[in-house]
């Protein structure tokens, strides 16, 4: 059979679960996760495979209004991410109302010239009134291909959207090798991690006013890997919270985000963490470099 491959953009507003779509499709976690919005950052690839066909997934940050250097970054990545793909992926949270976020992302699609699939997430937890009449609202408004009602948390209605991608691709080789699952680097993967760990632990106590540095990452000839990162806070107290007391809260985050890095890259890992306060830190360029956004003047 002839192969296929195609790049798909994932766009919605923040949480949602473009991320939790990416690795269900993938079938394995290349996204970070987490009940938090905007946890995704930079384009991140998730690479999946459906029979002869490849779909390179850019799963981007969510849309949102703007604020900062750090947010209009991320804005200009969710928008980049969409640029000549074969198919755009719009995620709408249908158990949640139609708020500005969702309307940033509604109005960003309106005109754009790429094929559109609309798929509504979360339907297992939303109104069944309420979502046929969100569905035939948005379809009207958006004139999508097609529609897909999902809940991408628990795989239903996944199959399915992943085979209509699939028969949707062009023909041509594949860009990737069968087994890569990613286009992010070790480096991107591990400091991805360590700062999930930040927003399942913390919660709502550290806001997104953090970010994860690589400082040195050392492949030893045993075959560990020794990684030291940086945690960059703007506030002595957002210092306070993430170190907790005597450092406890440090080190679990530590020894959780060890446990899923050395899990993620296959073999032992030695994570030294500190925490720095910067309060300018997103105003870093190198920083932005290293988690995949272009700078945004």
Excluded at 136 to 161: H, T, W, Y
Aim: proline fraction near 4%.
């Amino acid at each position: 059979m002839t192969q296929k491959c195609g790049l798909i953009a994932i766009l919605g507003a923040p949480n949602a679960g473009k991320s939790t779509l990416v690795n269900a499709l993938v079938g394995e976690k290349v996204a970070i996760v987490s009940p938090k919005a905007q946890t995704t950052r930079a384009r991140l690839m998730g690479i999946a495979i459906e029979g002869e066909a490849q779909l390179i997934l850019v799963d981007t940050p969510g849309i949102f209004e703007p604020h900062r250097r750090l947010d209009r970054a991320m804005v200009a990545a969710a928008w980049e991410g969409a640029e000549d793909a074969d198919r755009t992926l719009l995620v709408i949270d249908a158990a949640a109302k139609v708020g500005a976020r969702v309307e940033a992302a509604l109005s960003g699609v309106e005109g754009r010239t790429e094929p559109l699939v609309l798929v509504l997430n979360k339907v297992d937890i939303a109104k069944k009134d309420a979502l046929l009449t969100l569905a035939q609202d948005l379809s009207s408004r958006l004139k999508p291909e097609a529609v897909f009602m999902i809940a991408a948390s628990n795989g239903d209605g996944v199959a399915d959207l992943k085979a209509y991608l699939a028969a949707a691709m062009p023909e041509g080789p594949w860009h990737y090798p069968a087994d890569q699952l990613s286009d992010a680097t070790d480096r991107m993967v591990a400091a991805e991690i360590t700062r999930e760990q930040l927003y399942l632990q913390l919660h709502a106590e550290l806001p997104y006013a953090s970010a994860v540095e690589t400082e040195k990452w050392e492949d030893r000839k045993d075959g560990s890997t020794v990684i030291h990162q940086q945690i960059l806070v703007e506030r002595d107290s957002q210092k306070a919270i993430v170190l907790g007391k005597g450092g406890a809260q440090l080190k679990k985050i530590g020894q959780a985000a060890r446990e899923a890095i050395a899990d993620q890259l296959g073999r032992k890992v030695h994570l030294f963490l500190h925490v720095k306060v910067n309060p300018k830190w997103d105003e870093d360029r190198g920083l932005y470099k290293d988690i995949g956004l272009e700078w945004a003047d």
